[in-house]
């Protein structure tokens, strides 16, 4: 069974930081391209972040691009996303999702981030 | 930047049948953009439907079909069921390593 856990999630002050990450298993992790979704609440679906499966290639979007990082560990079954200078409008459920070629064949359960003083 | 646009919301009535649309502001969205749709209920993760215009994920009932209408991609349910009250996304991979999601429809069965 294919199955993505993220963590790390929690309350930070903005202008904070914080490091997701999402452990995988049930599929050999090296072999996928990974990518980072996020929900604000009563929002819809924005995607973040891809990596390929190994590391040559990172691509944001616009409202992500040179505060987060996404890194993996394919020895470690990890994908990671480096969240730093956080906003108030960051807040949302964080997903990680695998890369089914062009589209999104499975997903973790999410992990929640609050940024707010 | 690109602009993803679905109907906020729909209706649909028990047993029916209702096409959910996925577009470009500007401009045509083909099959060479691969778009894909996914179903959520609130609370819970998305669930895949559909990829590459109109394959079905594994699992998924054979009333979720997806085909491209004119310049848009569509998702269409056949004979509706109470459970198919969710929200639905459609996803556009605009190539490399980019994607970008419409805004979802909220989809009603009464």
């Known amino acids: 069974e294919v199955l993505l856990v993220e963590s790390g999630g929690g309350l930070v002050e903005p202008g904070g930081s914080l490091r997701l990450s999402c452990v995988v298993s049930?599929?050999?992790?090296?072999?996928?391209?990974m990518i980072w979704v996020r929900q604000a609440p009563g929002k819809g679906l924005e995607w973040l972040s891809f990596?390929?499966?190994?590391?040559?290639?990172?691509d944001y979007a616009d409202s992500v691009r040179g505060r987060f990082t996404v890194s993996r560990d394919n020895a470690e079954n990890s994908l990671y996303l480096d969240m730093n200078r956080l906003r108030p409008d960051d807040t949302a459920v964080y997903y990680c999702?695998?890369?089914?070629?062009?589209?999104?064949?499975?997903w973790g359960r999410g992990t929640l981030v609050i940024v707010s003083s | 930047q690109t602009v993803v646009t679905q109907d906020p919301s729909l209706s649909v009535s028990p047993g029916g049948t209702v096409t959910l649309t996925c577009g470009f502001d500007?401009?045509?969205?083909?099959?060479?953009?691969?778009p894909s749709w996914y179903q959520q209920t609130p609370g819970q993760a998305p669930r895949t439907l559909i990829y590459?215009?109109?394959i079905r994920s594994s699992g998924v009932p054979d009333r979720f079909s997806g085909s491209i209408l004119g310049t848009k991609a569509a998702l269409t349910i056949t004979g509706a069921q109470a459970e198919d009250e969710c929200n639905y996304f459609c996803?556009?991979?605009?190539?490399?390593?980019?994607?970008?999601f419409g805004g979802g429809t909220y989809l009603t069965v009464l």
């Open positions: 999702a695998r890369d089914g070629h062009r589209y999104f064949d499975s």
């Open positions: 049930g599929f050999t992790f090296s072999r996928y391209g």
């Open positions: 990596i390929s499966r190994f590391d040559d290639r990172r």
């Open positions: 500007s401009g045509s969205l083909s099959s060479a953009y691969f």
């Open positions: 590459n215009t109109n």
């Open positions: 996803l556009v991979f605009m190539g490399g390593g980019t994607w970008v």
